[in-house]
T-cell receptor
Framework: QKEVEQNSGPLSVPEGAIASLNCTYS??????FFWYRQYSGKSPELIMS????GDKEDGRFTAQLNKASQYVSLLIRDSQPSDSATYLC????????????FGAGTQVVVTP | DVKVTQSSRYLVKRTGEKVFLECVQD?????MFWYRQDPGLGLRLIYF???????EKGDIPEGYSVSREKKERFSLILESASTNQTSMYLC???????????FGQGTRLTVV
């Protein structure tokens, strides 16, 4: 069974601080990695994708990938109350079919 | 703008009923998916389809079937609803060759 593991949280972060979220995956054949944000009662929305080792930055978000360690992370800089949500890590083995394996999510709470 | 639309936001059905959940996407995506989301378990793949009339089982297909007669429409069928199928159901679609999936707004199904 392929697994994607995340700490469930909640991760409490002061406003303006950096939130650091971690994700590990079991399938070494995984090719694509995604972070989704899900507000309570809403559906997931894609915020970051990363395909190669290293860092990828988009605004206040940075995704980091280390395939050797089977580890992907998400940093949220200058955290805002609107960042309070559950963050889902998703991993894809084969982009043709696009099957995603999701972690259970990390709840982030940004406190003013 | 990307659009995946699910036919209902909330549904209440009785045990033993046949239930249809409909999903339509307007992005000409080849891949379509049905997930269910339960607290602490994350998103689990029920079925997916990579082309019209093609379907593949996901991780938890038991008690479900699907239909894809047109490219834009993917239906999930609960043959005989049971209380353990009470859940949030999420439809998603993606373009072949691109792993990132776009989600509908979700259907919260309660089976009583």
């Amino acid at each position: 069974q392929k697994e994607v593991e995340q700490n469930s949280g909640p991760l409490s972060v002061p406003e303006g601080a950096i939130a650091s979220l971690n994700c590990t995956y079991s399938d070494r054949g995984s090719q694509s990695f995604f972070w989704y944000r899900q507000y309570s009662g809403k559906s997931p929305e894609l915020i970051m994708s990363i395909y190669s080792n290293g860092d990828k930055e988009d605004g206040r978000f940075t995704a980091q990938l280390n395939k050797a360690s089977q580890y992907v992370s998400l940093l949220i800089r200058d955290s805002q109350p609107s960042d309070s949500a559950t963050y889902l890590c998703a991993v894809s083995e084969d982009d043709s079919w696009g099957k995603l394996q999701f972690g259970a999510g990390t709840q982030v709470v940004v406190t003013p | 703008d990307v659009k995946v639309t699910q036919s209902s936001r909330y549904l209440v059905k009785r045990t033993g009923e046949k239930v249809f959940l409909e999903c339509v996407q307007d992005m000409d995506h080849e891949n379509m998916f049905w997930y269910r989301q339960d607290p602490g378990l994350g998103l689990r793949l029920i079925y997916f389809s990579y082309d019209v009339k093609m379907k593949e089982k996901g991780d938890i297909p038991e008690g479900y079937s699907v239909s894809r007669e047109k490219k834009e429409r993917f239906s999930l069928i609960l043959e005989s609803a049971s209380t353990n199928q009470t859940s949030m159901y999420l439809c998603a679609s993606s373009l072949r060759g691109q792993g990132q999936a776009f989600f509908g707004q979700g259907t919260r199904l309660t089976v009583v």
